[in-house]
């Protein structure tokens, strides 16, 4: 039987959550096979890639035959096939919280609050990776292999089209100003979630599943990093975090400091981040 296959892509915030938990859980480099599907190119578009996830989206596993299209799915197929009998705490509902719209951290890297944020996102990263998905969409959507996912084309081809148009000042005024509240009550949203609920979730040592991260701590340590490099920060050692006591005008809670701390001293942490925070 062949190895299951890893879709994954460096940079990606969730494709880290498998990452980290293939190292936490004592996998061998050829256990997992893994692809790489660059995201900033457009590659998950491909009718290829969404003929295994029609949502086209990262971290995606194919294994005995059956293809894991979600985060969560992926990550708890990697905790129950563990060959090396490492066991950890299994994921309960936190692994829903984190992944809900509200808290999304990829929109973080696309939102603009105003108009000097915005000018910054028009000419950096984000125009790149907005035009380039675009630009894949546009050339997927043309091929004769794109019938099937059609709905998917012209959904994706509106959504990235209206962020592009953003950027190019091509959007009417009053679009603009809904992108803005929008990005605006996203981070509120993010920054609440770390100064106040976030606190009353972690321990006062250690992780989520115990003295070792358990399966929430996969899909929460990669959250968090995604959210601390998109305030500034880089650096994934014990100091990294307070980078975002910027973003939250305030300092960062002793909870998550711990937390991140508890996290800096791991091997797979210093693997997965070892080129800095993503």
């Known amino acids: 039987?062949?190895?299951?296959?890893?879709?994954?892509?460096g940079p990606s915030v969730w494709a880290a959550v498998p990452e980290l938990a293939?190292?936490?859980?004592?996998?061998?480099?050829?256990?997992?096979?893994?692809?790489?599907?660059?995201?900033?190119?457009?590659?998950?578009?491909?009718?290829?890639?969404?003929?295994i996830n029609p949502q086209g989206t990262l971290p995606t596993l194919e294994a005995g035959g059956k293809a894991y299209t979600s985060t969560a799915e992926v990550t708890s197929y990697l905790v129950a096939h563990a060959r090396n009998r490492v066991?950890?705490?299994p994921g309960t509902d936190f692994i829903n919280i984190i992944h809900e719209e509200q808290y999304d951290p990829n929109f973080l890297i696309l939102s603009a609050r105003h108009d000097e944020e915005l000018r910054s996102r028009a000419s950096g990263f984000a125009m790149?990776?907005?035009?380039?998905?675009?630009?894949?969409?546009?050339?997927?959507?043309?091929?004769?292999?794109?019938?099937?996912?059609?709905?998917?084309?012209?959904?994706?081809?509106?959504?990235?089209?209206?962020?592009?148009s953003i950027y190019q000042s091509k959007a009417p005024e009053n679009v603009k100003n809904s992108f803005f509240e929008s990005s605006r009550t996203h981070w509120d949203t993010v920054k609440a979630f770390i100064l106040e609920e976030l606190p009353e979730i972690l321990p006062e040592s250690g992780f989520l599943g115990g003295d070792e991260p358990g399966e929430d701590d996969f899909h929460l340590a990669a959250w968090l990093a995604r959210v601390v490099f998109v305030a500034g920060g880089e650096d994934a050692s014990k100091d990294g975090v307070r980078a975002i006591e910027k973003e939250?005008?305030?300092?960062?809670?002793?909870?998550?400091?711990?937390?991140?701390?508890?996290w800096s001293g791991r091997k797979s942490w210093q693997e997965v981040y070892a080129k800095g925070l993503h």
């Open 87 to 89: 066991t950890v705490a």
């Open 128 to 164: 790149t990776f907005v035009q380039n998905r675009q630009n894949a969409l546009a050339k997927h959507a043309r091929t004769s292999q794109s019938a099937e996912h059609r709905e998917f084309y012209d959904t994706k081809i509106a959504e990235n089209g209206k962020i592009l």
């Open 22 to 51: 293939l190292i936490e859980l004592g996998y061998d480099q050829d256990d997992i096979e893994k692809k790489v599907v660059n995201l900033g190119e457009g590659e998950n578009f491909a009718p290829a890639f969404l003929n």
């Open 1 to 9: 039987m062949s190895n299951p296959i890893l879709h994954t892509f």
């Open 248 to 262: 939250l005008g305030k300092p960062t809670p002793d909870e998550v400091v711990t937390y991140w701390t508890a």
